[in-house]
């Protein structure tokens, strides 16, 4: 385990001290909960982004035509 050093404007060191005690749980925790959070979230945008670059567009549109019955 690492040990990070910080510095934040003290409004918003403040606002997390009071989210996670409202929470129950310490900053450390919290701090660690929302950052494995917007990691997750940037992973699944990479993920997303590197797909769409590889996509074959027209194929994706004859299979969504496919589920939709062919239908327009």
Known sequence: MNTLT???PDDVANRLKNVAETRGISVNKFI???SVQSL???????RFKLM?????IPAALTILDRLDGGNP
């Open 6 to 8: 910080l510095r934040l």
């Open 32 to 34: 660690t909960e929302i």
């Open 40 to 46: 997750a979230a940037y992973d699944a945008e990479t």
């Open 52 to 56: 769409a670059a590889e996509a074959n």
